[in-house]
C-alpha cells in the first residue's frame, strides 16, 4: 500500500469536495500563515487536518445524521491516516483539530494546531467569503440564506481568541455588517 502525501490529499479533496472543499482549504491554509506567524506548531500535521476536516460532509462519506466533524474524524482515523507517514502524536493532534474544528462545539481545544484550524474555520465563516457561502449552501430563498448567516455571524463574533485572528474578524465583520446593509436595502425589507 503506497502512502499518501499532501499531494494526495489535495487532489482527493478536489475530486471529492463537490468543488467547494478544496478552495476552503487553500483559504484555511493562507489564513494560518497569518494568525499562526507567532506561533510554534506542527505545520505538516496541521495541513493535514486542513485538507481532512471537512471530509464528514463530502458525499461519499456523509451520513445525514452524523456530525460532520465527527463524521470527519471517523473517516481520517480509518481510512486516510492509516496511509500517511505520520508520529501517533501526529495523528492524535490531527484528530482532535478535526472534531473540534466546528463552531458549534464549545468544548476547548487542547493543541496549537486545533486552535489554529478552529479559528481559521471560524473565519472562513464572516467577511465576503462568509456572506457568499451563506447564499452558496442553498436553498434558494433570500430569507432562509440571510437568517443562517445573520445566525453563523452571531455565533462566532466573540469567539476568536487569537490576536491576528481578532484583527481579521474585526475587519470582516465590518466587510459583512456592509454586504448585510445592502442586501436589506435592496430587499426592501422582504427578508
Same mark, same amino acid.
Given at each position: 500500500? $503506497?502512502?499518501?502525501?499532501?499531494?494526495?490529499?489535495?487532489?482527493?479533496?478536489?475530486?471529492? /469536495?463537490?468543488?467547494?472543499?478544496?478552495?476552503?482549504?487553500?483559504?484555511?491554509?493562507?489564513?494560518?500563515?497569518?494568525? /499562526?506567524?507567532?506561533?510554534?506548531? $506542527?505545520?505538516? *500535521?496541521?495541513?493535514? *487536518?486542513?485538507?481532512?476536516? $471537512?471530509? /464528514?460532509?463530502?458525499?461519499?462519506?456523509?451520513?445525514?445524521?452524523?456530525?460532520?466533524? &465527527?463524521?470527519?474524524?471517523?473517516?481520517?482515523? #480509518?481510512?486516510?491516516?492509516?496511509? !500517511?507517514?505520520?508520529?501517533? *502524536?501526529?495523528?492524535?493532534?490531527?484528530?482532535?483539530?478535526?472534531?473540534?474544528?466546528?463552531?458549534?462545539?464549545?468544548?476547548? +481545544?487542547? #493543541?496549537?494546531?486545533?486552535?489554529?484550524?478552529?479559528?481559521?474555520?471560524?473565519?472562513?465563516?464572516?467577511?465576503? !467569503? /462568509?456572506?457568499?457561502?451563506?447564499?452558496?449552501?442553498?436553498?434558494?430563498?433570500?430569507?432562509?440564506?440571510?437568517?443562517?448567516?445573520?445566525?453563523?455571524?452571531?455565533?462566532?463574533?466573540?469567539?476568536?481568541?487569537?490576536?491576528?485572528?481578532?484583527?481579521?474578524?474585526? +475587519?470582516? &465583520? #465590518?466587510?459583512?455588517?456592509?454586504?448585510?446593509?445592502?442586501?436589506?436595502?435592496? #430587499?426592501?425589507?422582504?427578508?
Amino acid at each position: 500500500m $503506497d502512502l499518501l502525501t499532501l499531494a494526495d490529499l489535495e487532489t482527493q479533496t478536489l475530486t471529492a /469536495g463537490e468543488g467547494w472543499a478544496l478552495a476552503h482549504v487553500r483559504r484555511i491554509l493562507r489564513l494560518v500563515e497569518d494568525i /499562526g506567524a507567532d506561533l510554534t506548531y $506542527d505545520a505538516h *500535521a496541521f495541513a493535514v *487536518a486542513a485538507y481532512l476536516h $471537512d471530509w /464528514g460532509a463530502f458525499p461519499r462519506y456523509v451520513q445525514p445524521t452524523a456530525d460532520h466533524a &465527527l463524521r470527519s474524524r471517523q473517516v481520517a482515523e #480509518s481510512e486516510i491516516l492509516p496511509r !500517511v507517514d505520520l508520529t501517533a *502524536a501526529q495523528v492524535a493532534l490531527i484528530l482532535d483539530a478535526i472534531e473540534l474544528h466546528d463552531y458549534r462545539d464549545p468544548r476547548p +481545544v487542547s #493543541s496549537t494546531e486545533a486552535l489554529l484550524l478552529r479559528e481559521a474555520d471560524f473565519l472562513d465563516f464572516l467577511g465576503a !467569503v /462568509g456572506f457568499a457561502r451563506g447564499f452558496a449552501s442553498g436553498p434558494k430563498d433570500l430569507a432562509t440564506c440571510y437568517r443562517r448567516i445573520l445566525s453563523r455571524r452571531d455565533a462566532l463574533r466573540d469567539r476568536f481568541t487569537l490576536p491576528r485572528a481578532q484583527k481579521i474578524a474585526a +475587519v470582516r &465583520l #465590518s466587510t459583512m455588517a456592509q454586504c448585510l446593509a445592502w442586501l436589506e436595502e435592496e #430587499s426592501f425589507g422582504y427578508l
